[in-house]
């Protein structure tokens, strides 16, 4: 592969905006950031005066282009990965929901024979499993059906299965939760706090016990309530007192409104905060009616005013977000910086899950992974592994 380098764009490294700058890549991996240099011998991607950005991680996402990643088909990872790539996704952690036990595990079998690297879309890691292990009262759109405390036996059958899982979401107040996530943290796999209704100090207990992240903050979660009389903090006013705690959140402008928006970003480092999608299968599809999960067993769902929800409409049932929607949320709503909007669906994801060493910056040494985009915030360019994988 010859020497590439990426010209005439305004390039968002860790610490600031660069103008008149270079982004140079060679066999996939980022040799220099910085001045620009004589082109002589590169092959040269002019960026038309556009943000060049690291690419953008989604920690969290069910399925997009009108699958889910819990279909019972091997070819919807390939999918799913190449629609998101297209809205600048470069890595993508599937994510799968609770459901019946061998819908879960064929899964999770078909995730098996995909590559870490991806099939010509985003990477794909790793697994993240949510559920089932929650609180009935914070179950959102989850199946109740399926939701249940842990069951040892059960989980150890998944885990013995796959070394993919990276993440478990799970409520930490149910019983065997602990035991539980010792048994994730002895594999090398994160425990999250996801749909539960802890108090504050169970919250300090789980966090004390390994879970550090918050799955979609004040998605689940629950808030200050009166137990006996007395009042009580849960899951959300813990992401406050817990410095250490990361916390990730759906900015998709329908899931949390401005005022919470600000509220996050004044009180938590933006570090510690992964913008997601949380996406469903109507991800970059135009479809009206959805299904949330697989298409033979999971929920069905509408898509109204830009947002999945159940047909009652009394939750939301995940987002139809794409992550460039999630940076134009963060600097239109919230009134984020450009840069540290980016920062929270690049460098503080990929810190949370462990792969800050090879990806989430523009920096020597890590995948040529970048997203060139517009000051709408409309995705041009698409290049996972120093190859263009999407272009407008």
């Not at 066999?27 to 005066?49: F, M």
């Not at 890691?125 to 559920?131: A, F, K």
């Not at 019983?175 to 994730?184: D, K, S, T």
């Not at 550090?212 to 006013?237: D, Q």
Request: proline share 5%; aromatic share 8%.
């Amino acid at each position: 592969m010859s020497k590439s380098k990426v010209v005439n764009g305004r390039i968002i490294t860790p610490y600031r905006i660069l103008e008149n700058a270079e982004v140079v890549f060679e066999n996939g991996i980022i040799s220099g950031v910085g001045e620009r240099t004589d082109d002589s011998g590169y092959e040269i991607l002019d960026a038309g005066g556009n943000y060049v950005a690291p690419g953008f991680i989604d920690i969290h996402s069910h399925g997009g282009g009108g699958v889910d990643f819990m279909d019972n088909d091997p070819n919807v990872f390939d999918k799913i990965s190449k629609t998101h790539a297209r809205y600048g996704t470069t890595m993508i952690f599937p994510t799968l929901t609770s459901s019946k036990f061998d819908v879960l595990k064929t899964a999770i079998k078909n995730f098996e024979s995909i590559p870490a690297g991806g099939t010509g879309g985003a990477r794909m890691p790793g697994l993240h499993l949510e559920g089932p292990y929650f609180a009935m009262e914070q179950r959102g759109a989850q199946d109740p059906r399926y939701v249940r405390p842990p069951v040892r036996e059960e989980y150890l059958e998944i885990l013995q299965m796959t070394d993919r899982i990276v993440r478990w979401s799970l409520a930490p107040e149910l019983p065997g939760a602990y035991e539980f996530a010792a048994e994730l943290k002895a594999r090398g796999i994160l425990p999250a706090i996801g749909h539960s209704n802890a108090t504050y100090e169970q919250v300090l207990e789980a966090y004390e016990n390994g879970f550090e992240l918050i799955t979609h903050l004040y998605s689940g979660c629950s808030i200050m309530r009166r137990i006996n009389a007395y009042r009580v903090a849960g899951v959300v006013e813990s992401a406050f007192l817990i410095d250490g705690m990361n916390v990730e959140i759906i900015a998709d402008g329908h899931h949390l409104p401005a005022s919470l928006l600000k509220l996050i970003c004044q009180n938590k480092s933006i570090s510690r905060i992964a913008l997601v999608t949380d996406s469903v299968r109507a991800a970059g599809d135009p479809s009206i009616e959805t299904i949330v999960g697989d298409r033979e067993t999971g929920i069905k769902a509408i898509v109204e005013d830009g947002v999945a929800k159940l047909p009652d409409r009394s939750a939301f049932a995940g987002s139809v977000a794409t992550a460039d929607r999630l940076i134009k949320t963060m600097v239109g709503m919230a009134g984020v910086p450009v840069e540290r909007a980016v920062e929270m669906l690049t460098a503080s994801p990929a810190r949370i899950m462990n792969v800050y060493d090879r990806a989430g910056s523009l920096s020597t040494g890590k995948y040529a992974d970048m997203v060139i985009f517009d000051d709408n915030f409309n995705i041009s360019i698409t290049i996972v592994g120093g190859r263009k994988i999407f272009e407008a």
